[in-house]
Nanobody, 123 residues
C-alpha cells in the first residue's frame, strides 16, 4: 500500500521558517499529485497547495502565496513544503496526501494520507 511519512515539524517563533518533508514509498511520486493540507485545533482540514503537472507545476491557496513553496526531489522520492514568515495562526498539524487528480484542492479528492507533523508557531 502507498505510504507517506511527514517530518520536519516543531516549535518555531513568529517570523521563523520550517521545511517539512513528505517521503513516499510503494509508488513513484511522478505518477501522482501531492497535496499539502493542515488542520488547526477545532477547525476542519484545509488545503495549502499541491505539486504535479495537473496543478500547473505548483498551486497554492491565496493565504500562503509568497510564504510557502512546494518542491520535489525525484531521486529521493520526496516532496517538501518550505514555510517562511510563519504566523501563530499557522499552528496546525500538516499533512501530505496523494491524488490521481490534483484539483480542486479538497480533502475528498485525495486518497492516501500521511499521519501528519505538528507545527507550532509561538513566542
Amino acid at each position: 500500500q502507498v505510504q507517506l511519512v511527514e517530518s520536519g515539524g516543531g516549535l518555531v517563533q513568529p517570523g521563523g521558517s520550517l521545511r517539512l518533508s513528505c517521503a513516499a514509498s510503494a509508488f513513484t511520486l511522478d505518477n501522482y499529485a501531492i497535496g499539502w493540507f493542515r488542520q488547526a485545533p477545532g477547525k476542519q482540514r484545509e488545503g495549502v497547495g499541491c505539486i504535479s503537472t495537473m496543478c500547473g507545476g505548483t498551486h497554492y491557496v491565496n493565504s500562503v502565496k509568497g510564504r510557502f513553496t512546494i518542491s520535489r526531489e525525484n531521486v529521493e522520492n520526496t516532496v517538501y513544503l518550505q514555510m517562511n514568515n510563519l504566523k501563530p495562526e499557522y499552528t496546525a498539524v500538516y499533512y501530505c496526501a496523494t491524488a490521481a487528480a490534483a484539483l480542486p484542492l479538497d480533502t475528498t479528492n485525495y486518497d492516501f494520507w500521511g499521519q501528519g507533523t505538528q507545527v507550532t508557531v509561538s513566542s
